[in-house]
């Protein structure tokens, strides 16, 4: 099997120069304790467990109750470093990736920083579902020009406290949690395809308070809006464009790749993936049914249940497909 590894390697003035990326030495995940059954949804909204499991595959979802995303990015973040074998402060970077921090300042991942005592650059990023794999390309950057050594990238999301809990088409399919990574300086960051498509008549999360007295309240804020059939056809045509694609510009085959990971938006999304690229459904990574939506946190807390419960071998082609608000997409291919 040949790989041509060719977005790592540009062309320098003078000759073609190797570029450094990472390995991911270590993931964690965090789900808060509190899990909603699709029953106890249908106590006060209009939907039933029948509806949810078979329009979504959501049987159940982990509701923070008074866990902050910086508070769950930081329990994530502990079993990664433990998995790493990695100390705070040998971590030289922190992104986290989140639509649902607490504060514009301090960020979510400054607030981690805080809580392990580490003095690593740490900001955020916000791509919405794709937030987590924006978060692995800028660390990559990172890399590439050899000013970190180690580096921590965490989705964490608290979807909860931005759902209007009245709308049954939004607040059943997501849920809360975070997932984190630890990365040091390797090879196996082999290529991304990012877009965005910036629009907001297909998803839109305006931010809530405006303390002007001048400001006119035209709009609810703070919630979730999605036209949900509408993301359903950008998710299917994206996660199937993006994985075909990422195999043929880095010439292998779709059968090379042993795991994906795919965004747990729908089931019937990543069923559909599935079935239109000919890849059995066992090489993707699902906990939707346990999970729901968590947005940046989906990826990473799905490749870590993957990474936890199978024996990755070093080597193994791992796709990671995520699609969202934005409108924005990100797919990842790594070499474990
Ligand atoms: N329970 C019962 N009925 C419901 C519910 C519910 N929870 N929600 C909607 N319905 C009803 C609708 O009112 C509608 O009824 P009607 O036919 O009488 O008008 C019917 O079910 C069908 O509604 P649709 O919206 O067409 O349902 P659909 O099959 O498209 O499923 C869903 C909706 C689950 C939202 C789906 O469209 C979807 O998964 N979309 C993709 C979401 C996604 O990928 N999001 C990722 C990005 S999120 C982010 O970035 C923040």
Redesign the pocket.
């Known amino acids: 099997m040949t790989y041509f590894f060719s977005l790592l390697v540009v062309k320098s003035t003078s000759a073609e120069r190797k570029i450094m990326s990472f390995n991911i030495i270590g993931t964690g995940s965090y789900l808060p304790p509190q899990i909603v059954t699709n029953d106890d949804?249908?106590k006060t909204?209009?939907?039933?467990d029948e509806?949810?499991t078979q329009?979504?595959g959501i049987s159940t979802r982990h509701i923070s109750v008074d866990e902050c995303a910086a508070d769950m990015g930081y329990q994530a973040a502990l079993k990664a470093l433990e998995m790493a074998k990695t100390q705070p402060d040998e971590i030289d970077l922190i992104i986290a990736a989140s639509?649902t921090g607490d504060n514009i300042c301090p960020t979510v991942a400054g607030t981690i920083q805080k809580m392990l005592g580490s003095n690593a650059i740490s900001f955020d990023i916000n791509s919405?579902?794709?937030g987590f794999l924006f978060a692995l390309d800028t660390a990559a950057g990172f890399f590439e020009r050899g000013t970190v050594k180690k580096a921590l990238v965490i989705g964490s999301e608290r979807?909860s406290k931005i759902l209007d809990w009245n709308d049954?088409?939004?607040?059943?399919?997501?849920g809360d949690g975070a997932g984190a990574v630890v990365l040091e300086v390797g090879d196996g960051y082999i290529a991304s395809k990012l877009s965005t498509k910036g629009d907001d008549d297909v998803?839109k999360?305006p931010t809530g308070r405006n303390n002007s007295p001048f400001y006119k309240k035209t709009m609810d804020e703070g919630i979730?809006f999605?036209?949900?059939?509408?993301?359903?056809k950008?998710?299917v045509n994206t996660i199937t464009r993006e994985i075909s694609d990422i195999a043929n510009e880095n010439n292998i085959s779709l059968n090379d790749i042993k795991y994906i990971v795919p965004?747990q938006?729908?089931i019937?999304?990543i069923q559909y993936a599935s079935k239109r690229l000919n890849i059995p459904m066992e090489k993707f990574s699902v906990n939707i049914e346990r999970c729901g939506?968590t947005?940046a946190a989906s990826i990473p807390i799905a490749l870590d249940e993957l990474c936890r419960a199978k024996d990755l071998q070093k080597g193994s082609l791992i796709v990671f497909s995520a699609?969202?608000?934005?409108?924005?997409t990100a797919t990842t291919l790594i070499k474990w």
């Open positions: 949804l249908a909204l209009d939907t039933s509806w949810i329009r979504v639509i919405a579902c794709s979807m049954r088409s939004t607040c059943v399919i997501f998803i999360i979730v999605m036209d949900g059939q509408e993301t359903f950008f998710a965004h938006a729908n019937r999304i939506n947005s699609f969202g608000g934005g409108l924005s």
